[in-house]
């Protein structure tokens, strides 16, 4: 992912361009958490670049939410690519982080024009001899893109549910952590992640063995050891860059 902020008078941009998921949410919610502390008024997000962002992205963006609105400030999604879009009208969450008497969020401007577009579009068509074939056509093409559309978002709600159905025990996971090493929640993901990249398997699978040696169930060797060297890593002090 590829974060870039700047400020806008008394609000702060985040522009993010990749996915935003379990793995990369520790670095968006550093982003955010600097960008909130530098801004007067709040956050204003481009999201026009996220490929895909499933549900602990989502609940990174309310948690940002809630903890603006605490101290008078909001987060506000200026723009959004459509997978954002079907994400947060999916979940019922785009009237709180688009709210509707607030201009300029999400796609605002862009549908206007569109809209206008389509006007001057549909008053050609009809003074043309031809407009019959051509909403025809239009016709077909339409039944298409709704179908796709159909589809990616029966993808994207089947990935919500998997991702729903993994948090609990992730979220456990980052609680033994925490506990057993003294880990900040931020750290303690970030050990999952490391381990689980660097021991090639998911991330769920690594948070139900790290809960079940809670329960007396021996974890693999080579991933108690794993989990202990990401641990020393955090703890260790870096020296200066050469």
Do not use: Y
């Amino acid at each position: 992912m590829r974060l870039e902020a700047h400020p806008a008078g008394e609000r702060t941009v985040v522009v993010a361009v990749g996915e935003i998921d379990m793995d990369t949410c520790p670095e968006l919610r550093r982003s955010l958490h600097e960008a909130l502390a530098a801004s007067a008024r709040g956050i204003d997000l481009d999201l026009t670049g996220v490929r895909f962002c499933d549900c602990s992205g989502l609940n990174l963006l309310l948690l940002a939410h809630r903890e603006a609105s605490a101290d008078g400030r909001t987060v506000v999604v200026r723009s959004a690519s459509p997978a954002v879009e079907r994400l947060l009208t999916v979940t019922g969450t785009a009237t709180v982080l688009t709210p509707a008497g607030d201009p300029g969020a999400t796609h605002g401007t862009t549908h206007d024009s569109t809209m206008h577009d389509s006007t001057t579009k549909d008053s050609t068509m009809k003074e043309s001899p031809s407009s019959e074939g051509a909403l025809d056509g239009a016709d077909t093409l339409g039944a298409e893109d709704d179908l796709r559309a159909e589809d990616d978002l029966r993808v994207e709600v089947g990935q919500l549910r998997r991702a729903m159905q993994t948090r609990p025990v992730i979220d456990l996971a980052r609680g033994v952590l925490m506990a057993t090493f003294g880990l900040s929640p931020e750290d303690a993901w970030t050990v999952l992640v490391t381990v689980s990249q660097n021991a090639n398997i998911k991330l769920h699978h690594l948070a139900e063995g790290t809960v079940a040696a809670v329960r007396g169930e021996p974890l693999p060797e080579s991933l108690r050891q794993q989990l202990s060297a990401a641990v020393a890593e955090l703890s260790s002090p870096r020296g200066p860059e050469p």
